[in-house]
């Protein structure tokens, strides 16, 4: 495949990803995708393994966690589990689970409850003032 058409093939996909929203398809497959972008599934398997560095499902969890982080900070809201499987496109609660720690490094919960902290958390400057020199 020519490096234009690859091009052309990651535009297709990002469109695909960001407007149309695939992602959010429990059903979608690499199979599904290529269908959706008119190429190969052989060589959408390619584009991806050499552009991002990872293989399709791999690729497609990292987009579902990242979408879903981009929609929990942008609302400033705390889903619960099923809504966070529904809003990202995962079917299973332990993939969906191995996907949102191995990205973020804890758990759902334990994200909440960082991102929480780290919103409510205050630094209290203090001036040193000499109050008898005045």
Avoid: W
């Avoid at 690859?6 to 990803?17: G, H, M, P, R, S």
């Avoid at 966690?65 to 099923?82: R, Y």
């Amino acid at each position: 495949m020519e490096l234009e058409e690859q091009e052309d093939v990651i535009f297709k996909l990002n469109i695909a990803l960001d407007f149309k929203q695939v992602y959010k398809d429990p059903d979608l497959s690499l199979t599904k995708l290529a269908a959706l972008l008119g190429v190969h599934y052989g060589n959408l398997s390619k584009i991806i393994k050499n552009k991002y560095g990872v293989g399709f499902r791999k690729f497609l969890n990292e987009i579902r966690i990242k979408k879903l982080l981009d929609k929990i900070q942008l609302e400033a809201t705390q889903p619960n589990v099923e809504q966070c499987m529904e809003i990202s496109g995962f079917k299973s609660r332990v993939t969906f689970f191995n996907a949102f720690r191995s990205q973020t490094g804890t758990s759902l919960s334990g994200y909440y409850k960082k991102d929480f902290q780290s919103k409510n958390s205050k630094v209290i400057i203090f001036d040193s003032v000499d109050q008898e020199g005045k």
